[in-house]
């Protein structure tokens, strides 16, 4: 069963989000085009409910070539993006977290 195989390979939490995705998403497998106007956060955990289901089920090389005649490309946000997303956080507490951080990674991260 596909819910114990989750169990197996995946923490409580992240199993039941991956569960719920694909029950909530299923549609997607024979129309990945309900994809594309996601929330790119959404968009993400869909895709990758999608394509642990469809490993499971034998039929990702199908999906994917699916995914692909529909357009649906996979984006992840790059470490500048991330870099921007932080800078642009006005959370007050910030210049502490990175003086922290700073004091404890190495200078080569």
Not at 92 to 108: P, T, V
């Amino acid at each position: 069963m596909y819910k114990d195989f989750l169990h197996k390979k995946y923490g409580h939490q992240y199993a039941v989000a991956q569960y719920s995705y694909a029950l909530k998403y299923l549609d997607c497998l024979d129309n990945p085009s309900r994809i594309v106007p996601l929330h790119p956060s959404t968009k993400s955990n869909v895709m990758k409910a999608l394509i642990c289901l469809t490993k499971y089920l034998g039929t990702y090389l199908e999906y994917k070539e699916k995914l692909k005649q529909h357009g649906v490309k996979w984006t992840r946000p790059d470490s500048f993006d991330s870099f921007v997303r932080i800078m642009n956080n006005n959370h007050s507490d910030l210049l502490e977290w990175y003086k922290n951080a700073y004091g404890i990674l190495d200078d080569n991260e």
